[in-house]
């Protein structure tokens, strides 16, 4: 477990799965404490019995079952309240307070804001608390989730919602994918400095068993291959490499689908 210190807030990180996190945020101001996307229930039961709180809300970005499958052990031991994007109430099990995604709502002191971000799915959203996002599979560390349920133009509309973030906000991602998104990255941008030592630290970490989420809004920007596309230079010179039109929908679509068969 990986505890962050936010000046509201308290996020903890656990490594569960294959490449899972779960982050529970723990308001400094009031009881509240958010589980985010719990694949399992037992993790996160062990770790709050170590830190001696107990989770109130289970705040999910969308319904699969690697974001889901803790809630109901976690609502049975704790009575704590899933909330969650009302269009996708009816797959996000236990659901019991629905929002709407691009509003606003208070957990405690927490004030939360929650962005539509379709494209992985249909109906994920993600949270921003302060200088913090949890994006579950939207935005990752030097990549973006697989199209399952959206099109190319719905992620790219999601993933500019998020470039639009100030540059320090955390990047808390649902998996860590990070090295494989780097050597995809590698691959479509390499004279990119900022990659180049992005991938001598993110590797460094990895060696040493550390995570390397989160990681920055600003960050993302400079290295990641789905957000290049909002850079001109890196539009035209990848279209030119790989006869695609200029544009920043088309070079992301492209990219999008090489990684697909990276
Ligand atoms: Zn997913
Ligand atoms: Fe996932």
Redesign the pocket.
């Known amino acids: 477990m990986w505890t962050y210190q936010h000046k509201y807030f308290i996020v903890h990180q656990l490594p569960v799965l294959q490449d899972n996190y779960i982050y529970i945020i723990q308001d400094r101001h009031s009881p509240v404490v958010c589980v985010v996307d719990p694949a399992l229930a037992k993790p996160v039961i062990e770790a709050c019995t170590q830190l001696n709180i107990t989770p109130t809300h289970i705040l999910n970005t ?1 319904h ?1 079952w ?2 889901t499958d803790g809630n109901q052990q976690l609502v049975q031991t704790y009575q704590c309240t899933v909330v969650g994007n009302q269009d996708d109430a009816s797959r996000i099990p236990y659901i019991k307070q629905t929002i709407t995604a691009n509003s606003n709502f208070s957990l405690g002191h927490l004030h939360i804001q929650s962005l539509e971000v379709y494209g ?2 249909l109906g994920h959203i993600a949270f921003v608390i302060d200088d913090a996002l949890f994006c ?2 939207t935005l990752f560390g030097a990549g973006c ?1 697989r199209l399952f349920e959206g099109s190319f133009a719905q992620m790219w509309q999601s993933l500019q919602k998020l470039a639009a973030l100030d540059k320090p906000t955390k990047v808390y991602c649902a998996h860590e994918y990070t090295l494989v998104n780097l050597a995809f990255a590698q691959s479509v941008d390499a004279d990119n400095i900022y990659l180049q030592q992005r991938i001598r630290n993110d590797k460094n970490k990895r060696l040493h068993k550390q995570p390397t989420i989160p990681s920055t809004i600003g960050l993302e920007l400079q290295t990641n291959p789905f957000l290049r596309p909002l850079d001109p230079k890196f539009c035209s010179t990848y279209s030119q490499t790989h006869a695609v039109e200029t544009k920043p929908l088309q070079v992301f679509t492209a990219l999008r689908e090489a990684r697909n068969h990276f």
């Open positions: 969308h699969h690697d974001h992985h799915t579950g599979d989730g």
